[in-house]
């Protein structure tokens, strides 16, 4: 049943929409200040929460399942249409703060790989 895995979704996206254009108003920003990322963040915790356990299970857990995966490759590619040449043209900052996103990122990939290591080596241990 992918209908409940797009219900769930859409009502992530509307709430994470709404918060975003909040953050935006309070921020004194003409723009939907991280709407889509909190609209993921809501669709990561309600799937694996467990109010939503009877829901997740079987075949509509498969569609929340697969919702769940696709949402990712989706705030990508609507990430990829921003305009990449306007913020080069608004400053050296913008350009900055990216590339120093990216390092940190990638600077964190070992760190977390480490934690999931650890969490594995205990339970072949017990």
Not at 7 to 29: D, K, P
Not at 67 to 90: D, L
């Amino acid at each position: 049943m992918i209908v409940y895995g797009v219900a769930l979704l859409s009502a992530c996206l509307i709430l994470g929409m709404l918060i975003g254009e909040v953050l935006g108003i309070a921020l004194a920003v003409e723009a939907n200040v991280g709407g889509v990322g909190i609209a993921m963040l809501f669709l990561v915790l309600t799937s694996n929460s467990d109010k939503f356990k009877a829901l997740v299970e079987g075949a509509s857990g498969m569609g929340i399942q697969f919702w769940s995966a696709m949402y990712i490759p989706i705030v990508v590619a609507m990430a990829a249409r921003q305009n990449v040449v306007a913020a080069f043209e608004g400053g050296m900052l913008a350009v900055v703060a990216g590339v120093a996103a990216v390092v940190v990122s990638f600077a964190l990939v070992p760190v977390i790989s480490k934690i999931g290591r650890s969490d594995i080596g205990t339970e072949e241990n017990q």
